[in-house]
């Protein structure tokens, strides 16, 4: 209820273009940078952290039946905030419809057209290099699969937070479902806002413990939205 009365009034006053999903990846982003064990891996049997915080999430080229997709990926830096977010997640979105298509797109269609023994070969060489951590750029740069979040905004097309299962290829631990909002009243009878958010993640990375603690960190932020203009390395007043 308080991120989108925030938004309303940030949007009408100062002529910004927040949407929810902007507030929810700002929210994750400064989640993991001060719950660095959230941007952990495993792969070949060991522990691995990621050096920097990277979202992706698939965007829709038309919202049409047989509409192609494609994907979106991006590196959080240490001082953005929801301004930075807004603007790159809107302005790849918009480059990406308008021009059809990106490099990994082009990757994957070149592969596609080899015969099927050709693949087969190829793919069994792909998973002996990630499973010792030695996957070239080419192929891990801008993949989803690759980034420490994945996401997808199913409340865009009227759909609930449904649960997506964890991919047995890349590095990514965790993928994000945002569905419908909706409103109902709190037991004090007051008409509230509320926000569905499912989340499937890798349990080896951390413990239950750590994963309750951070995401009463990122209920917190999406409370108090006047947070999310703060840099990603700034904690705020919470406590931990």
Excluded at 60 to 70: I, L
Excluded at 173 to 178: A, L
Excluded at 214 to 231: C, G, T, V
Aim: aromatic fraction near 14%.
């Amino acid at each position: 209820t308080d991120l989108v009365e925030w938004m309303k009034k940030e949007n009408e006053e100062n002529g910004t273009n927040y949407k929810i999903f902007h507030a929810v990846c700002t929210a994750i982003a400064k989640t993991v940078y001060h719950r660095p064990m959230l941007n952990r891996f495993i792969s070949g049997r060991c522990f691995w952290q990621r050096k920097e915080i990277s979202l992706s999430f698939t965007a829709k080229r038309q919202f049409a039946d047989g509409a192609e997709e494609s994907l979106v990926f991006m590196t959080a830096k240490d001082d953005m905030v929801i301004d930075d977010f807004s603007k790159k997640i809107l302005g790849d979105v918009t480059k990406m419809r308008q021009a059809g298509k990106n490099d990994l797109d082009d990757l994957i269609g070149k592969v596609a057209k080899f015969p099927r023994w050709f693949l087969e070969i190829f793919f069994w060489i792909v998973y002996r290099l990630e499973y010792h951590g030695i996957m070239p750029k080419a192929l891990t740069d801008g993949d989803s699969n690759y980034a420490s979040i994945f996401l997808t905004n199913l409340g865009s097309i009227g759909a609930s937070a449904s649960y997506h299962h964890l991919n047995n290829y890349g590095t990514n631990s965790f993928f994000v479902i945002i569905g419908t909002m909706f409103k109902r009243n709190d037991t004090e009878g007051r008409e509230r806002t509320y926000l569905p958010i499912s989340v499937i993640l890798d349990e080896r990375i951390a413990d239950g413990f750590y994963f309750v603690r951070s995401l009463k960190y990122f209920e917190w932020l999406m409370q108090h939205p006047e947070e999310l203009k703060k840099p990603l390395n700034e904690l705020g007043d919470y406590q931990f």
